[in-house]
């Protein structure tokens, strides 16, 4: 029987309290989840270990319908009261995907007073021996300092070496981590390569084994606090990159959110990457189509700055295409708060008409509300389907509508009768509040899709998003 296995590096902490080391997270209170759906055709089996510095934990479900999802949290793995850090490998008898949450708010007895960060990433389904990212800071931008830190896991069944190269400029710098353990992940910190403080650029990670890994950007905290912001998504493989990228959002001081994309040359030789960025909606003027370009040498990255793109106020998409292969992240952060988040840019040859979102919650544990934007990529209207699964349940909820030719909709609040009429509602049955859901979309064109998770007061700091799964 073939089974199938997603790789979580660092996927879940369990009250986890970290020495103050450079890049590492700040200390105090970080625990989290992963949510791991069915996307056979038939109920799966789903085993997760855990792999720590010396110890391995197992978990498991079963009985897990197609289109559900299993949630495992990492307060309830390991022996009670244990703090530990660690990865995770979850494999089942059916194709499943994962996202794996980070938190340090205060829950019971996880999490940390004061807490507020929040972190969204997705599962890692296919490793490889080389792993990039994008986005690097060291204590940048100087007076509002954010720092990144990597966490890297060795997918293979040897022990083995990893080696980062950071690239800030024309500049290398370069850092060994030696005898990694078989499901085992390290800290890859720019301080170990002697990054200079207030710098960004990017990193390549390589190995003689498949990795898989996650970067985490944060706020540096004041001396004793903790931390109030957290944002990560999974580094790269080679088969993720491509000569055209979509990326669903892009804004420029729209609702005082702004989006910062930075893309990272994968080829051999320098590029030039162009930009198409489509303004939809304006708070004032008409939108436009405008466009930009970067100069990228290999293996280092640029940034497009929502400002230097599109008009003040608006919110729109953009394409970014080159003649070497590329990979990119979009960064948005709100002004004047701690609320920041991030998702990876779509190959455009990953598209399809089926997408997979294991993690969509309906006003759920304190609050915490999923919106799913879908981005039509093709010049037709899609029609398309969306199911909500409740997880531990056998209900079900099927919504219908039509995504517009190269635009996108928001799917949000979905016990909203004006913008989600009982019409187009099979059975006029809506997601009801308090539950935590899969969703899948099913349309007639290609479409990519990512989700925000935040807390329904649109006051509160915490924030995240991930990257839906297509299929």
Known sequence: MKRFAVLLSVALLAMMVVAPVSADLPPGGWWGGIQIANLGTSDASIALTVYTETDEYTDSATGVAPGASANFLSTAIGPDGSTWRGAGIASADQPIAAVASLTNKLLGTAGIAGGTARALYPGVNEPDMTVFFPLVKNEFPAGNAKTTSFFVQNAGSAA?????????????????????????????????????????????????????????????????????????????????????????????????????????????????????????????????????????????????????????????????????????????????????????????????????????????????????????????????????????????????????????????????ATDYPDASWTGSTRVPDGTNNAVKVVCDQAVVGVVQEANANAAAQDAGNYEAFNQ
């Open 160 to 416: 083995a070496t990893f080696y980062a190269e950071f690239k800030i400029g024309a500049t290398s710098y370069t850092h060994m981590y030696a005898n990694i353990g078989p499901g085992q992940m390290t800290l890859i910190d720019p301080a170990d390569a002697g990054l200079p403080t207030a710098s960004v650029g990017s990193l390549v990670v390589t190995s003689t084994v498949p990795l898989a890994g996650i970067v985490n950007e944060y706020k540096i905290p004041a001396a004793g606090d903790p931390a109030l912001d957290l944002m990560a998504t999974r580094g790269f493989a080679p088969a993720d990159a491509g000569d055209t990228l979509l990326f669903p959002i892009f804004k420029n001081n729209f609702a005082s959110k702004h989006v910062g994309i930075q893309i990272q040359n994968t080829g051999s030789v320098a590029t030039t990457a162009y930009m198409t960025a489509t303004e939809t909606f304006c708070f004032s003027g008409t939108p436009a189509v405008k466009y930009a370009s970067l100069n990228i040498d290999p293996g280092a990255s640029a940034t497009f700055l929502g400002p230097d793109v599109i008009a003040d106020g608006c919110l729109g998409s953009a394409i970014v295409t080159a003649d070497q292969p590329i990979v990119g992240t979009a960064s948005e952060s709100r002004l004047f708060t701690s609320q920041f988040t991030v998702y990876f840019g779509f190959n455009a040859m990953a598209a399809s008409d089926n997408v997979f979102a294991p993690l969509y919650k309906q006003v759920f544990v304190d609050n915490n509300t999923s919106g799913l934007q879908v981005q039509n990529t093709t010049g037709v209207d899609a029609a398309c389907t969306l199911t909500w699964s409740t997880v531990g349940t056998t209900n079900s909820y099927v919504y219908n509508d039509t995504i517009p030719a190269n635009g996108s909709k928001t799917y949000y609040r979905m016990d909203n």
